[in-house]
């Protein structure tokens, strides 16, 4: 159970803009010296109003003006300041969770709802900077506002006073009350914010499967409960909010009545003069929105505190994936590949890989072959260390690859998947994906490598076409070449490839497997199998089962052997 509020972690965040926070706290200490002089001026302005003395009227009034001139400057500078403040703090926190994103193993991602990711880097953040510029905006001077307000009424009459005080407590503790059910219920609130946002993004990606199968009224119907439970959680929020305004008002009310009571009773007593009363009142009603303003944000800040939560906790994960201190940089290798005794699980339940041994030298290609679950993915995806595995280790040019740093490792190995990617921006972006400076003639040389200079050449804006979320505007031979070109421009001496022809037409397939044997040239490549062509031409072909690894050999080794893989080849390649 949380016994701290996340708040506290904000800090490390605040100190860099102390200065800026500073100037703004000058500028409120400016602005809240005015207020008990404005209930002040009230009583003189009456004072003279009552003798019908225009010369005195008009000194007031000149005064006022100069008065209300230098406090509308300080509050601009206030609210100018910490809006500055506030914004920049957000920017922070949003970069620093975003680089944390960054640096999760690819399991995290897995499991994570993209829609909550994405309200947390957006919707969450923006409440923390709120709170933070309501803090220091809002509730700082108002709180300010209060102190020297009261402290001019306790010089006026410190009796009145403190008989308006008596409910004061009894205001507190119900304040106190609702910011805690507020917390409650802002966090299931934003949770199923969440929840709609991942359902959105879920169903945006996959429209075409949508309509493909008519479940058009299967989605409305889902999204109308989530929209349901959604507005559940935030009708009860706002349920609380409403309840704590009509119950703090009316003790604010109770409390004015036995105010005019207790000043008649001082009047009657000679304590207090009718002017001085006056200003008193003036004071009194300076002080309702300041606590009006103080109570909304108590409220403001619990529902922000869900908010705080979400993000702190998303801080709190440790990456899997992490680099040893000092961590060497890998030099530029041969390609030479050990896998030593490899164990690897996703969970203490199912093993994946069991002592799994394997080397493999420079230039060398290998197919792997098996069934779904075989271990043929996760074999090459602990190359990269997307995953580490649980015991044995893997080596690059003899070199251990927990011993160096992610970046060189990782630079050094390319891969061209089965389901291409692609981002918005342009061709040549898409290409030189990664890379913040690039050559257009590098860029244009790896596409005409990858078969994919004639088809982009073709476009209006050449290399400079826009190419749209996820590729849209592309087919899917055009992109599967992109994504080659974007391998060839790495230079990589490893190479993975999750065979790229699986889902393409024969025309596209043609110009995307020259563009493969091109891109392969010289490379160590592991390539996970699912077409013919592919496999005959490998080095060594190797047959995974239950993950290990069960046959090893050429394509004819294999099978004039007669076993697993000549069983495997005439149920998938002999169509």
Not at 559 to 568: D, P
């Amino acid at each position: 159970m949380k016994t701290r509020s996340t708040y506290w972690q904000i800090l490390p965040y605040l100190r860099p803009q102390k200065q800026t926070i500073g100037k703004a706290l000058a500028c409120t200490v400016v602005f809240t010296i005015f207020w008990p002089i404005i209930a002040w001026l009230v009583g003189e302005t009456a004072k003279f109003i009552g003798k019908g003395d225009l010369q005195g009227f008009g000194q007031i009034a000149a005064l006022s003006a100069v008065i209300f001139l230098i406090r509308g400057t300080a509050q601009y500078g206030q609210d100018t300041l910490m809006a500055k403040a506030a914004l920049t703090i957000a920017l922070e926190i949003r970069k620093k969770v975003y680089a944390h994103l960054q640096k999760l193993n690819i399991g995290y991602f897995e499991t994570a709802k993209t829609g909550d990711l994405s309200y947390r880097l957006t919707e969450d953040i923006d409440r923390i900077g709120e709170v933070v510029n309501k803090f220091f905006h809002q509730f700082i001077p108002c709180v300010l506002q209060l102190i020297a307000v009261m402290g001019y009424m306790i010089y006026l009459n410190w009796q009145l006073t403190l008989g308006a005080l008596i409910i004061a407590p009894l205001m507190a503790i119900l304040i106190g009350w609702f910011g805690e059910k507020l917390l409650s219920y802002s966090r299931e609130s934003q949770n199923r914010i969440s929840d709609l946002s991942a359902l959105l993004t879920e169903v945006f990606s996959g429209i075409r499967l949508i309509k493909a199968f008519v479940a058009e009224d299967y989605e409305i119907a889902r999204f109308a409960e989530e929209a349901e439970q959604n507005r559940r959680a935030k009708y009860l929020s706002e349920r609380i909010k409403a309840l704590q305004f009509v119950v703090v008002g009316f003790l604010e009310a109770m409390s004015v009545i036995l105010l005019f009571f207790l000043g008649g009773w001082q009047i009657a007593q000679g304590n207090l003069t009718g002017t001085q009363f006056i200003s008193y009142i003036a004071g009194v009603a300076l002080l309702i929105d300041p606590i009006a303003i103080t109570t909304a944000n108590y409220g403001d800040f619990k529902q922000g505190e869900a908010s705080s939560d979400r993000i702190f906790e998303l801080l709190a994960i440790v990456p899997a994936i992490v680099e040893k201190p000092g961590a060497i940089e890998l030099p530029h290798v041969t390609g030479k590949v050990e896998y030593r005794n490899i164990n690897f699980a996703y969970n203490s339940e199912t093993q994946i890989l069991q002592s799994m041994s394997l080397l493999v030298l420079p230039g060398e290609m290998i197919a792997l072959v098996g069934a779904s679950g075989a271990g043929k993915t996760t074999l090459v995806n602990l190359l990269p260390r997307f995953y580490d595995p649980q015991a044995g280790q893997i080596l690059i040019d003899g070199i251990d690859i927990q011993d160096v740093t992610l970046n060189t490792l990782r630079r050094q190995i390319g891969i061209v998947p089965q389901e291409t990617i692609l981002f918005s921006g342009t061709i040549a972006q898409n290409i030189a994906f990664g890379q913040s400076y690039y050559e257009l003639k590098d860029v244009e040389k790896a596409a005409q490598i990858a078969n994919a200079h004639q088809f982009i050449s073709e476009f209006p804006d050449g290399y400079q076409t826009w190419v749209g979320e996820r590729g849209v505007n592309l087919s899917g031979g055009q992109k599967q070449r992109i994504a080659i070109a974007r391998a060839v421009l790495l230079a990589p001496r490893i190479l993975i490839l999750d065979e790229a022809t699986s889902a393409l037409d024969s025309e596209s397939e043609a110009l995307v497997q020259e563009a493969l044997e091109r891109l392969m040239r010289d490379r160590t490549v592991f390539i996970i199998a699912h077409r013919l062509a592919t496999v005959r031409k490998a080095d060594r072909i190797l047959v995974l089962e239950k993950g290990r690894i069960m046959e090893s050999g050429t394509h004819e080794e294999l099978l004039e052997k007669g076993s697993r893989y000549a069983r495997y080849y005439a149920q998938q390649f002999s169509q």
